[in-house]
């Protein structure tokens, strides 16, 4: 299995642009969570998705932030517009929902915003 | 509401010295708990976990971790540490039911000296 796919691996824009990241899940996992990992707040949960609803998108920083899981094996995570706060990097991962799966990552896609 | 605190965001061991990473939880019920490994530039590896039944978990690489309900403690320990052990270290924490995400502690940076 090639694991979870991240697409683009280092992203780098300037303010205002619009900025997709991509997700493949493993392929038989139903649930999906988008992570940030920032220097300053550490890993923090953004959205997850269980068998491709929206389940808890509270960590979703504000309107800006938008993700979509249209099937089984594909997500995206769009951010429109871009600031510079929005660097980081972005991690998904995937699991089977069952209690005490735990989630595999993808190797995350650096954001850069100038 | 479930958090993770990861007591020291940085430890420096010898090489051949016990590694101690300390991590408390909070959680309303009996939580599922887990320990993350990240090496630089790369994504969150699972070292070990612990759902139910025995209270010490071994891992990969070494490590192990004991669950202590009455000190709501989930240390991870490696009785001697090696260079390739200096990484990002990660506990986290979710419910013990299906399709919940976990939540992460901050980190703890291990660095070995020879």
């Known amino acids: 299995d090639a694991g979870v796919i991240q697409s683009p691996r280092h992203e780098v824009t300037e303010m205002g642009q619009e900025v997709t990241l991509r997700c493949k899940p493993i392929?038989?996992?139903?649930?999906l969570f988008w992570y940030r990992q920032t220097m300053m707040r550490g890993l923090e949960l953004l959205i997850y998705?269980?068998?491709?609803?929206?389940?808890?998108d509270s960590g979703m920083p504000e309107d800006r932030f938008s993700a979509k899981m249209p099937n089984a094996s594909f997500s995206t995570l769009k951010i429109q517009p871009s600031e510079p706060r929005d660097s980081a990097v972005y991690f998904c991962?995937?699991?089977?929902?069952?209690?005490?799966?735990?989630?595999?990552f993808g190797p995350g896609t650096r954001l850069t915003v100038l | 509401a479930q958090s993770v605190t990861q007591l020291g965001s940085h430890v420096s061991v010898s090489e051949g010295a016990l590694v101690l990473l300390r991590c408390n939880y909070s959680?309303?019920?009996?939580?599922?708990l887990f320990w993350y490994v990240q090496y630089p530039n790369q994504g969150l590896q699972l070292l070990l976990k612990?759902?139910?039944?025995?209270?010490l978990v071994k891992g990969i690489n070494g490590f192990e971790a004991e669950f202590k309900k009455s000190e709501t403690s989930f240390h991870l320990t490696k009785p001697s540490a090696h260079m390739s052990d200096a990484a990002e270290y990660f506990c986290?924490?979710?419910?013990?039911?299906?399709?919940?995400?976990?939540?992460f502690g901050k980190g703890t940076t291990l660095s070995v000296s020879s």
């Open positions: 991962a995937s699991s089977f929902s069952l209690a005490g799966v735990p989630p595999i």
């Open positions: 392929s038989g996992h139903n649930s």
């Open positions: 998705f269980n068998n491709n609803v929206p389940i808890d």
């Open positions: 959680s309303s019920v009996p939580p599922y």
């Open positions: 612990y759902t139910t039944g025995a209270t």
């Open positions: 986290a924490v979710s419910l013990n039911q299906a399709g919940t995400a976990l939540i």
